[in-house]
């Protein structure tokens, strides 16, 4: 991701845990949106689904206030823009601790600081500041008697890295190697800190999808790569970005340092040429990244050594900038309505067979169908959009869009359920299959995207009778 920024999954561990314990998995709460529940109401949510690690990017009063006393671990950040006042000024860094660490530690379990955020592509060119920021955040900490407690680290992109194939040949570029790359990873040592990764197959996969397997980058079935530099065999993208980095810190002598996954993720919906975007797809990556972290310890490279992981995003940020892919990685919408629904936790990981993980599930409401509809497509609504939109949607497939809404009048038959929602994803789909399924059908002010599971059982019997045509 750029310079901003599981129910869920976990077992209650260290942050930093041992070689004898699983991984834990734990989530981005990103805040770029104006549609967001109060982040009373989000420590309730995270505390409803189990949740217990949690990563901002910043140090809102109101969010670390609201998570005190909650039993949610805590990464906070500071930010890129405050990095040269850090490295300038250890007065201004023991400020910003006692301001934003001690003045609500140890009520709120902050477990760590993330300075900055993928500082080698900020284009403030920050970089020259990360070492010295870092340092005077550590005296800082320790001033206070911190930082026996809390952590510190710097998340980087894997554009860091000069080669990371195959994994064996793991780099970093070198013009970063000896002033900021040497020094970071001697203080991480320095603290028994984790180096910080934003890892994400789907850019690698959306970039070279005539190159990787859909299923490599998912963690589905595959005959595997066996990487040439070293002989060991790679069932999954993930793995591999992450053993090129640890490839690349073995090269410089660190490889005791190890690596906490502090961003990754698979968009539910993105543009026309973000290849496998998509809610099965992320739901497929998201699930099986869980029972991957939760089921066993290590990467090819590192098998002893479990991997933490932090799941990007909490929610659908309507705010962010880039491609749509970016507005999507939430595992909720803001009315905290799940996006998809995948096992969260390690007990839900034990009861549903792997095979189940990556059935898209985003019915409008009702019951998912479980019956095989293999190369068929739907529209529906994306239930996190606002009503205006939804509505202004409604009215253009009904309308001009020629779509057949006559069941969904009054006293017809698919007029139940009378929700918005239910409506629009019926109009949205009678339009996309009258268009033959065409790219760009299934929009409709991106409050609409495409589905490869029946939607749900309310509406099926009535899609049923045009939609199986293949184009």
């Known amino acids: 991701m750029a310079t901003l920024a599981f129910s869920f999954f976990f077992l209650l561990i260290s942050f930093f845990s041992s070689s004898s314990e699983a991984g834990s998995v734990g ?11 109060t982040p009373a109401k989000v420590v309730e949510l995270l505390k409803s689904q189990g949740l217990s690690r949690v990563k901002l990017y910043d140090t809102d009063a109101t969010v670390l206030t609201a998570f005190a006393n909650s039993g949610i671990k805590v990464t906070v950040a500071m930010p890129n823009e405050l990095l040269s006042n ?61 930082n026996t407690n809390i952590k510190i680290s710097s998340p980087i992109a894997l554009s860091a890295l000069q080669s990371s194939f195959p994994a064996s040949s793991g780099s970093f570029k070198a013009e ?70 640890f490839a690349a810190m073995s090269a410089l002598q660190y490889n005791d340092v190890k690596i906490t996954v502090s961003e990754t993720g698979w968009p539910s919906a993105g543009d026309s040429n973000e290849i496998g975007a998509g809610p099965e797809n992320a739901a497929a990556y998201n699930g099986n990244l869980v029972r991957r972290v939760l089921g066993q310890n290590g990467t090819p490279l590192k098998p002893s050594e479990s991997v933490d992981v932090f799941l990007f995003a909490l929610f659908n940020e ?7 892919s970016e507005k999507n990685y939430g595992l909720f919408y803001p009315n905290e309505k799940k996006v998809y629904d995948i096992p969260l936790t390690a007990e839900g990981v034990k009861n549903v067979p ?24 739907w529209c529906v609504a994306n239930g996190g959009s606002s009503e205006k939109k939804l509505q202004n949607g409604l009215n253009y497939a009904c309308g001009e869009g020629g779509a057949d809404c006559t069941p969904i009048q009054p006293n017809a038959t698919c007029y139940n359920p009378n929700t918005l929602e ?9 339009y996309y299959q009258k268009k ?5 059908t299934c929009d409709f ?8 599971q029946p939607p749900s059982k309310y509406f099926y019997h009535q899609l049923s009778f045009f939609q199986f045509e293949e184009s």
Do not use: C
């Open 27 to 37: 989530v981005n709460y990103g805040r770029l949106a104006n549609d967001l529940p």
């Open 86 to 146: 850090a490295a300038a000024d250890q007065s201004f860094t023991d400020a910003w601790v006692n301001d934003n660490i001690s003045k609500y530690y140890p009520a709120t379990q902050i477990e760590a600081v993330a300075v900055g955020n993928e500082v080698f592509v900020d284009p403030n060119n920050t970089t020259k500041f990360l070492v010295e920021a870092m340092k005077n955040v550590l005296a800082s900490l320790t001033k206070y008697n911190l």
């Open 176 to 245: 970063l190697v000896e002033p900021v790359i040497k020094p970071m990873l001697d203080l991480l040592r320095q603290t028994g800190s984790p180096l910080m990764v934003n890892a994400y197959p789907f850019f690698a996969y959306s970039a070279n999808a005539d190159k990787i397997s859909l299923d490599y980058a998912l963690f589905k079935e595959n005959a595997g790569v066996v990487d040439s530099g070293n002989g060991l065999k790679y069932t999954n993208l993930f793995d591999a970005q992450i053993d090129a980095v």
């Open 318 to 324: 309507n705010q962010k900038t880039g491609p749509t």
């Open 354 to 377: 792997s095979s189940g993980v990556g059935k898209n599930q985003v019915p409008a409401s009702g019951d998912v169908s479980t019956t095989s509809h293999q190369g068929q497509t």
């Open 422 to 430: 239910a409506h629009a994803s019926y109009a949205f789909n009678s």
């Open 436 to 440: 033959a399924r065409a790219a760009g």
């Open 445 to 452: 002010g991106g409050t609409a995207y495409v589905v490869t």
